[in-house]
């Protein structure tokens, strides 16, 4: 089912890179985003192929993967309502530096370079915001990268389990138990350690009630505790 106008401008009222943009142009972006959808592990863009495509989540999760010459995988990031990515697609049509796949049923918007770079040439602070926006994730991801060099393997595992209950939170999770979809490998990879080590970390967390664990679930029973094992 096509979104409306005013659904597609509800969804960029979400993405912190339209966000703040005049209700005129948000109605610009809409008249040139289009609805996709997605199935669990179907690809939405595979590394090293050419982009001249943006995404704008408006329901489900992805995740962003990068391959490595010895055939191990690492996760890069994961995108939940209101995120954004492919998004220097709006900028230069440029091969992908990664591949992000759905990890269930997801909508999408979905901008075309070409018709965002129009955009951008009649609306000049759209492209001021939007770069404003992509040097955030950029130092955001510099930041986590370098606390990630100074951290043990618990700090980071706790760090990232923190980081998806905020995110499931943001989504409408209750402040109680907090449902993680990301696997035990997804974790190791979001937090740069092997996922045996993370494993045992997790481990800890279940004895100590923070976290229960079954096939396929995590669920976190209480945050506030993983700020224990944070430092």
């Known amino acids: 089912m096509a979104a409306t106008t005013e659904e597609t401008i509800a969804l960029l009222h979400q ?3 339209f966000s703040t943009l005049a209700e005129d142009d948000l109605a610009a972006v809409a008249d040139v985003t289009v609805p996709r959808t997605f199935g669990p592990g179907q690809f939405v ?3 090293g192929d050419t982009g001249d495509t943006c995404y704008l989540v408006r329901a489900g999760h992805f995740r ?4 490595h010459s010895d055939g191990r995988t690492i996760t890069l990031a994961t995108f939940g309502p209101g995120d954004i990515f492919g998004e220097l697609a709006m900028f230069d049509a440029e091969r ?17 370079g070409a018709d965002m770079r129009r955009l951008l040439n009649a609306h000049p602070d759209i492209a001021v915001k939007l770069l404003g926006a992509l040097s955030r994730r950029l130092r955001e991801t510099n930041e986590r990268l ?6 043990t393997v618990q700090s980071r595992v706790a760090s ?5 209950v905020a995110a499931a939170r943001s989504e409408g999770a209750p402040e109680g138990d907090v ?3 990301s696997t035990q490998a997804d974790l190791a990879q979001l937090a740069g350690s092997s996922r045996e080590s993370a494993s045992r970390f ?3 967390l279940e004895r100590a009630g923070v976290i229960s664990q079954g096939r396929g679930r995590l669920v976190v029973h209480d945050a506030e505790a993983l700020k224990q094992y944070v430092f």
Request: proline share 2%; charged share 25%.
């Open 64 to 67: 962003a993967v990068r391959e």
């Open 160 to 164: 990232v389990l923190a980081q998806l």
């Open 146 to 151: 370098t606390r990630q060099s100074f951290q």
């Open 202 to 204: 997790l481990a800890v």
């Open 96 to 112: 992908r530096s990664a591949t992000v796949e759905a990890l269930e049923d997801s909508e999408v918007g979905a901008i075309l």
């Open 179 to 181: 449902l993680i979809t």
């Open 45 to 47: 863009v595979r590394e």
């Open 15 to 17: 993405v912190p890179a």
